[in-house]
């Protein structure tokens, strides 16, 4: 939140990452800055994105109001119940991973934790999302909030230009179990891990022994 009573809103994608600094920027760091904001102590805010996909957002509080009821519930909310899950995805026969990727129906489920989180739960990304069991959703929720708490706790997935606010790398990367193994063998059942784009134009990898 600004000074003016704005509201700064990040979405920073896959290379957008928001690092303090307590001291000036060094030519390099210059020139991926695309914003830089004084904070109450001093320091500076600045959000980076090498390849500039990421989306800035300035809202006053209308602005904010219309924007928040427009996405879901956050998965690491203790109120994101498997209840609340499953009536947030019902209704509708789009595939399983894109559904939970609509972030009006679930905020902050990227395609990285989409992977990750339909492989532990067991779950083929394609599979219609009225075909889902409770049992399945039971799963896939609890998969979610798994896969996302431990990558916040792993300070996040770099898996090009991500970094930390004090500009580290993030950890999680090195507990992907299927985005980008594809080829590789599944680290449950050693089959071959498949790749494909069909789903939602993005890279989905699976098991499809043990992905149903
Ligand atoms: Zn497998």
Same mark, same amino acid.
């Given at each position: 939140?600004?000074?003016?009573?704005?509201?700064?809103?990040?979405?920073?994608?896959?290379?957008?990452?928001?690092?303090?600094?307590?001291?000036?920027?060094?030519?390099?760091?210059?020139?991926?800055?695309?914003?830089?904001?004084?904070?109450?102590?001093?320091?500076?805010?600045?959000? #980076?994105? /090498?390849?500039?996909? +990421? =989306?800035?957002?300035?809202?006053?509080?209308? &602005?904010? @109001?219309?924007?928040? $009821?427009?996405?879901?519930?956050?998965?690491?909310?203790?109120?994101?119940?498997?209840?609340?899950?499953?009536?947030?995805?019902?209704?509708?026969?789009?595939?399983?991973?894109?559904?939970?990727?609509?972030?009006?129906?679930?905020?902050?489920?990227?395609?990285?934790?989409?992977?990750?989180?339909?492989?532990?739960?067991?779950?083929?990304?394609?599979?219609?999302?009225?075909?889902?069991?409770?049992?399945?959703?039971?799963?896939?929720?609890?998969?979610?909030?798994?896969?996302?708490? #431990?990558? /916040?706790?792993?300070? +996040? =997935?770099?898996?090009?230009?991500?970094?930390? &606010?004090? @500009?580290?790398?993030? $950890?999680?990367?090195?507990?992907?179990?299927?985005?980008?193994?594809?080829?590789?063998?599944?680290?449950?059942?050693?089959?071959?891990?498949?790749?494909?784009?069909?789903?939602?134009?993005?890279?989905?990898?699976?098991?499809?022994?043990?992905?149903?």
């Amino acid at each position: 939140r600004l000074s003016s009573g704005h509201r700064l809103i990040v979405q920073p994608r896959m290379t957008g990452s928001l690092v303090v600094y307590d001291r000036a920027l060094t030519r390099d760091e210059a020139k991926y800055a695309v914003l830089t904001c004084t904070i109450d102590d001093g320091r500076l805010l600045v959000y #980076r994105d /090498v390849r500039r996909l +990421g =989306t800035l957002w300035l809202l006053d509080e209308r &602005g904010w @109001g219309d924007y928040t $009821r427009r996405i879901g519930p956050e998965p690491l909310e203790e109120t994101f119940t498997p209840f609340v899950f499953a009536e947030r995805l019902k209704g509708t026969r789009a595939a399983i991973k894109k559904a939970i990727m609509d972030q009006r129906r679930v905020a902050g489920v990227g395609n990285i934790y989409a992977n990750e989180a339909l492989f532990e739960a067991g779950i083929d990304p394609s599979k219609a999302t009225n075909k889902l069991s409770l049992d399945e959703f039971a799963r896939l929720h609890a998969a979610v909030t798994g896969v996302l708490e #431990r990558a /916040v706790q792993s300070s +996040g =997935t770099t898996v090009r230009d991500y970094r930390t &606010g004090t @500009g580290e790398e993030g $950890r999680f990367q090195f507990e992907l179990k299927v985005y980008g193994r594809g080829g590789a063998p599944c680290v449950t059942c050693g089959k071959k891990l498949v790749t494909t784009h069909a789903i939602d134009l993005r890279a989905t990898t699976f098991c499809s022994k043990c992905q149903r």
